[in-house]
């Protein structure tokens, strides 16, 4: 499936499948997606999307917060035919490379704050 991610002014598109998601009572959701990069420019594009510390915490009564510390914060991601939703993408791998073209494949790790995948 296509997918992509955008923080204004930047867009990553790839290939995603989803592996995983998780969601405990109170908590946001986990979406683990194994991604294929067949363009070289995507990991350096994707690579300062990425959120490395950030807390999140959930007031009595109020809905979720989360203190970005390092970081760009939250983008918009797309995977067809499953949704839109805003989502912070706290871990990028890849961990196989592919013979020509400079194709990559690995993983990416978001938290959903809003909307459903």
Excluded: C, E
């Amino acid at each position: 499936m296509a997918a992509t991610f955008t923080i204004t002014p930047n867009t990553a598109t790839f290939h995603a499948l989803i592996q995983g998601s998780s969601q405990a009572t109170g908590d946001l959701q986990r979406l683990t997606l194994a991604v294929y990069l067949d363009d070289p420019l995507t990991w350096p594009t994707l690579l300062p999307m990425v959120t490395t510390k950030y807390h999140v915490h959930s007031p009595v009564g109020a809905d979720v917060v989360i203190d970005i510390v390092r970081g760009p914060g939250v983008g918009t991601l797309t995977v067809d035919a499953f949704g839109t939703g805003l989502a912070l993408l706290v871990d990028l791998r890849r961990d196989r490379w592919l013979p020509t073209g400079g194709r990559t494949m690995g993983s990416a790790d978001f938290l959903v704050t809003s909307g459903t995948f």
